[in-house]
């Protein structure tokens, strides 16, 4: 079993910049895709980037390209997410993921889901 926790959400001005980290409990996280997405109320499930076990490739939504980083520190079973920028359709809550596919986007291709980080910018 895995146990995913973020942390690392709150409350920014428009163009400030936070750091969310997802712990990973499990013993295989240097082998597992990991993923960040973003659910507003009412609201589907929306990709954000996901990293790679292998070569720690990543993949960006278009929306956050070029002002959010995703990366992991296998030793310390960690995934975080850089986030530069932010502006007010930032906010919303953010979930990390693991999946065992190399690289996907698709939610239904993780198993393994946190209960959420609140990140909220003010404009």
């Known amino acids: 079993q895995v146990h995913l926790v973020e942390s690392g959400g709150g409350l920014v001005q428009a163009g400030g910049s936070l750091r969310l980290s997802c712990a990973h409990s499990?013993?295989?996280?240097?082998?597992?895709?990991m993923g960040w997405f973003r659910q507003a109320p009412g609201k589907e499930r929306e990709f954000v980037a996901a990293?790679?076990?292998?070569?720690?490739?990543?993949v960006y939504a278009d929306s956050v390209k070029g002002r959010f980083t995703i990366s992991r520190d296998n030793p310390k079973n960690t995934l975080y997410l850089q986030m530069h920028d932010l502006n007010v359709d930032d906010t919303t809550v953010y979930y990390c993921?693991?999946?065992?596919?190399?690289?996907?986007?698709?939610?239904?291709?993780?198993?393994?889901w946190g209960q959420g980080t609140q990140v909220a910018v003010s404009s």
């Open positions: 993921a693991a999946s065992q596919v190399p690289l996907i986007i698709l939610a239904a291709g993780y198993g393994y």
């Open positions: 499990g013993r295989r996280f240097s082998t597992t895709t």
């Open positions: 990293i790679s076990w292998i070569l720690d490739n990543t």
